[in-house]
């Protein structure tokens, strides 16, 4: 197990500029979450993914934002014409189908947008 | 709306003594609650969860309380250690909801020597 995997640590862009994430979950699991978090405040759902089938998107997903996962494995976001609202943690967590089953967090990529 | 509140942003306690971190819910749906922890420039990490058919789960120093008829839950860690010094997340999630955890705002936990 070597644990939910998220590259860069640190991201600093300008307003305007695209950027992307990478997650790398636990092997195993099939299920995978992105979150955000912002200052003073718990993570909130963005959205998830079973394998590659991306099944529910939160409101707070403009469509500016796009998150896939190609072949089940690992997970992308990007962020187009990123503004300074965007600045936050973005987590990515793992777990399996089964019920009652805890998520397993990344680090996180925290976005400072200039 | 916030359906998982933390109305304490902050708590701090001496070394040793009992530390209690309150949480309210308010979806009658939730049927999993978990607490995480979280340092800064990490991850939440699992800590402890309850499932709605119990009223009280405990590992090692940490307890978890359920109350439903009040939608609250509560966190308890004794004794409390410096190393505890952290911003506790309590979480809930729904059968049949897709898995995610809905979260509450956090509560920073400061453990005196």
């Known amino acids: 197990d070597t644990g939910v995997s998220q590259d860069p640590r640190h991201k600093i862009t300008k307003r305007g500029q695209n950027v992307t994430f990478r997650c790398d979950p636990i092997?195993?699991?099939?299920?995978l979450y992105w979150y955000r978090q912002t200052l003073g405040q718990g993570p909130e759902f963005l959205t998830y993914?079973?394998?590659?089938?991306?099944?529910?998107k939160s409101r707070l997903l403009s469509d500016r934002f796009s998150a896939e996962r190609p072949k089940g494995s690992f997970s992308t976001l990007e962020i187009q014409r990123t503004e300074q609202g965007d600045s936050a943690m973005y987590l990515c967590?793992?777990?399996?189908?089964?019920?009652?089953?805890?998520?397993?967090f990344g680090s996180g990529t925290q976005l400072s947008v200039l | 709306d916030q359906q998982v509140k933390q109305n304490s942003p902050s708590l701090s306690v001496q070394e040793g003594r009992i530390s209690i971190l309150n949480c309210d819910y308010t979806?009658?749906?939730?049927?999993?609650f978990l607490w995480y922890k979280k340092y800064p420039a990490e991850g939440p990490t699992f800590l402890i969860s309850?499932?709605?058919?119990?009223d009280k789960n405990e590992d090692g120093r940490f307890t978890v309380f359920l109350n439903k008829s009040a939608k609250h839950l509560s966190l308890h860690i004794v004794p409390s250690q410096p190393g505890d010094s952290a911003v506790y997340f309590c979480?809930?999630?729904?059968?049949?909801?897709?898995?995610?955890?809905?979260f509450g705002q956090g509560t920073t936990l400061q453990v005196k020597p």
């Open positions: 967590a793992s777990r399996t189908t089964g019920s009652n089953e805890k998520l397993f």
């Open positions: 092997s195993e699991h099939n299920r």
């Open positions: 993914f079973q394998n590659e089938a991306q099944l529910e």
């Open positions: 979806n009658s749906m939730f049927d999993y």
């Open positions: 309850i499932s709605s058919i119990k």
């Open positions: 979480a809930a999630s729904a059968t049949g909801n897709t898995g995610k955890l809905i």
